[in-house]
T-cell receptor, first 109, second 116 residues
């Protein structure tokens, strides 16, 4: 059983469409992070959410932390081919850092 | 400077070879990590060093041997690997390692390892 479950696992959409990726857990996190990883590269940190109910925006990306700090979502508006990659949520509910199960996004031109 | 560097970028080795992966950061971070990643899967934690001491070993086979010579460097020594060990090996660093506090990790580009 994975501590952080992401859905969907795979997503293939047309350029210009909107999408949402979910990250869910039964554990409470002091904070959650979102990373994007392009093929052949290491993950790159996009954002950290700390406060329950917090919403952060990064250009066309909107991140939300659940009120109970057990879940998070990433919404992308008007997806572009450059958004293609593996999206990972991550956090530390205890003494160890956990990655989510990952969402592989492909944006078709 | 928020860069973590890793060398080599690609490595092909036979099952009887001995090789080493290297990782370096100059951000003053005191926690460094090794991860193994298969295609389109999340990284799997292997080892964590905190203040140059091994803090976490995720039951990794002894054919993988980590070393932290100083606070900026992290090595992963490889010996007698198996073909299933072929993967992307990622190094990361963070400000520190502390219970209940999720420090942001900065990743290197990885070493693509192929075991023949």
């Amino acid at each position: 059983t994975q501590l952080l479950e992401q859905s969907p696992q795979f997503l293939s959409i047309q350029e210009g469409e909107n999408l949402t990726v979910y990250c869910n857990s039964s554990s409470v996190f002091s904070s959650l992070q979102w990373y994007r990883q392009e093929p052949g590269e290491g993950p790159v940190l996009l954002v950290t959410v700390v406060t329950g109910g917090e919403v952060k925006k990064l250009k066309r990306l909107t991140f939300q932390f659940g009120d109970a700090r057990k879940d998070s979502s990433l919404h992308i508006t008007a997806a572009q081919p450059g958004d293609t990659g593996l999206y990972l949520c991550a956090g530390t509910p205890g003494n160890q850092f956990y990655f989510g199960t990952g969402t592989s996004l492909t944006v078709i031109p | 400077d928020t860069e973590v560097t890793q060398t080599p970028k690609h490595l092909v080795m036979g099952m009887t070879n001995k090789k080493s992966l290297k990782c370096e950061q100059h951000m003053g971070h005191r926690a460094m990590y090794w991860y193994k990643q298969k295609a389109k899967k999340p990284p799997e934690l292997m080892f964590v060093y905190s203040y140059e001491k091994l803090s976490i070993n995720e039951s990794v086979p002894s054919r993988f041997s980590p070393e932290c010579p100083n606070s900026s460097l992290l090595n992963l020594h490889l010996h007698a690997l198996q073909p299933e060990d072929s993967a992307l090996y990622l190094c990361a660093s963070s400000q520190a390692l502390r219970r209940e506090v999720s420090y942001e990790q900065y990743f290197g580009p990885g070493t693509r390892l192929t075991v023949t």
